[in-house]
């Protein structure tokens, strides 16, 4: 078995629930969305690299996790405040994770 | 804003998409649930402790996502080896985090 760690590292990061309010391609990038995510308490802009496989319209009105204590990461000009979780198979095929509709937006994710 | 972290810390741990073929109640405890899961190369057995909230029918065939390098634990006598990643609400109220079947079993979650 590789390394383990222990579940208190990584419960050390939050992941939580987000409702995605806008979606756009961000111009002059070829596989770059950039969201406007709602968390309840607050609206962070989110940059993700899988325009390539999903439009725009995939992302509005869904509720998706997020990974919101990273460190904000400007790409393209846009900072990035947190990171959109998505599977991910070999071929680099990409899946979104959408949640019911019943989840409420904020709800923490671990 | 509280401590951020370096996505790559984040990046070494590992998520999976995992199938669930067989859930039932460990006996004797309140809401532990022993779950055997495939994720393609490999099966193990994790112990979720939502039994209070679920049935052990609500998982079975389902796809969800579990950590999988964490230490390995031992709940109730059962060695859980792999944590299942929900939803949860200020008061406690799980949400479980369905995949879409078109999601291959063991694909990476990041």
Chains 1, 2 share one sequence.
């Not at 383990?4 to 939580?16: G, L, S, T």
């Not at 725009?56 to 000009?77: H, R, S, W």
């Amino acid at each position: 078995m590789s390394e383990v760690y222990d579940v208190e590292e990584f419960w050390k990061f939050k992941m939580k629930v987000g409702l995605i309010r806008e979606a756009q391609r961000i111009p002059r990038t070829k596989k770059l969305l950039k969201l406007v995510v709602d968390f309840g308490d607050e609206t962070r802009t989110v940059v993700a690299g899988i325009g390539d496989q999903y439009e725009a319209e995939d992302f509005i009105g869904k509720k998706m996790i997020f990974v919101t204590n990273l460190k904000p990461k400007k790409i393209a000009g846009v900072e990035s405040q947190a990171m959109l979780i998505v599977a991910e198979d070999k071929e680099g095929k990409v899946y979104l994770i959408t949640l019911s509709e019943e989840v409420p937006v904020g709800v923490k994710v671990w």
